[in-house]
């Protein structure tokens, strides 16, 4: 049947190297996949300024949007090696989604065609075109398109189409558009602490979000060193705010804590040494090293928190960091080890 799949999960092998989202060079230009990197995100002075998303369109309670939420429709393509995507991941576990809207993990590969599916290829649900690549998705949805192709990616079956590419927009989706299929769930963008979170959400994009990324993919020393300088600032704000309150927001967990937790869980083993981000380690703050541990000791937040999948997909593979293919055995981390972050309870 053409406007129905079954939801699961795919992982991945089959001899595919992940590798960093962007990090592997090449794009859509006008419906065809060119390695040029026609659309790179090394700008003016060798600085990183990610590409704006492309598929902006919103899955809805009702479908005023146009694209009504359906158990079964919708299908999310990520990657363990991408923050971004990985914030996708962490909100369809938080808003216990896993039976509604189904996922496939993508890897890159030495063909140099951006995410692959691997061995064998996908069969993009709603259809029975079977696609090598995620940017094949791309063109089923827009023969014409021009883009880089990123991950996440969330596909409508029925109309067979990229509803959207842009992470912060999915999580937003699926914390609220699913509400009548799924469990309850905590609304992680409850309506009194909106402007906060937005404020917070800004500050974690250009601080560490994209502090990171300018670390890691700078191509001069002049805007690395701006990027470093911004990151450490932006870190130390961030650890005297959890010094007075459990969460970003104050008393409860929102959107902005599961936004800056792709980072801080990559931080000490990869962005440490690999992106250069080597003044301080999050092990080294009190309160975000213990912040830390409390979402990760989140009911489900462990199981897609896989931080040596994550290391095998930077290190061993052709993500921005160049090397011999040989991933480090540390640091350890003790992400289970108990937190004191309970103190704030009777505060709150």
């Given at each position: 049947m053409p406007g129905w799949f079954s939801v699961r999960t795919v992982t991945v092998h089959n001899g595919a190297i992940p590798s960093v989202d962007g990090a592997v060079m090449g794009n859509l230009l006008i419906g065809n996949w060119t390695a040029e990197d026609t659309l790179s995100e090394i700008r003016e002075g060798g600085r990183y300024i990610k590409h704006p998303s492309v598929f902006r369109k919103a899955v809805s309670a009702g479908g005023s949007s146009g694209f009504k939420a359906e158990p079964g429709r919708y299908h999310l393509y990520v990657s363990t090696s991408c923050p971004w995507a990985?914030?996708?991941?962490?909100?369809?576990?938080?808003?216990k989604l896993e039976g509604i809207v189904g996922m496939t993990d993508t890897a890159q590969t030495r063909a140099g065609q951006g995410w692959s599916f691997g061995q064998g290829g996908h069969v993009v649900p709603g259809t029975d075109r079977r696609v090598q690549y995620l940017h094949e998705i791309y063109t089923l949805a827009d023969p014409q398109c021009t883009s880089r192709v990123t991950v996440p990616t969330l596909w409508d079956a029925h109309t067979r189409t990229v509803v959207n590419n842009e992470s912060a927009e999915i999580i937003r989706m699926f914390?609220?558009?699913?509400?009548?299929?799924?469990?309850?769930?905590?609304?992680?963008?409850?309506?009194?602490?909106?402007?906060?979170?937005?404020?917070?959400?800004?500050?974690?994009?250009?601080?560490v979000n994209n502090g990171v990324n300018g670390c890691g993919r700078s191509a001069s020393q002049e805007a690395y060193e701006e990027s470093f300088d911004l990151l450490f600032a932006t870190l130390d704000e961030l650890?005297?705010?959890?010094?007075?309150?459990?969460?970003?927001?104050?008393?409860?967990?929102?959107?902005?804590?599961?936004?800056?937790?792709?980072?801080l869980v990559r931080f000490d083993s990869i962005f440490y040494i690999g992106y250069k981000c080597n003044l301080r380690r999050i092990e080294d703050y009190p309160n975000l090293s213990n912040y830390l541990r409390d979402l990760y000791q989140?009911?489900?937040?462990?199981?897609?928190?896989?931080?040596?999948a994550m290391k095998r997909?930077?290190?061993?593979?052709?993500?921005?960091?160049?090397?011999?293919g040989i991933?480090?055995?540390?640091?350890?981390?003790?992400?289970d080890r108990a937190h004191n972050?309970?103190?704030?309870?009777?505060?709150a």
């Open positions: 990985h914030r996708a991941m962490l909100f369809r576990v938080l808003k914390n609220s558009a699913f509400a009548a299929f799924a469990p309850p769930a905590p609304d992680y963008y409850p309506a009194p602490l909106r402007a906060a979170i937005d404020a917070m959400n800004e500050k974690v994009l250009k601080g650890d005297d705010i959890l010094g007075r309150q459990r969460y970003l927001c104050g008393a409860q967990q929102t959107e902005a804590d599961w936004r800056l937790y792709p980072n989140t009911p489900g937040i462990a199981a897609v928190s896989d931080v040596e997909a930077i290190f061993g593979g052709n993500g921005p960091i160049k090397g011999n991933v480090p055995r540390g640091p350890w981390l003790g992400l972050r309970d103190r704030f309870r009777k505060a």
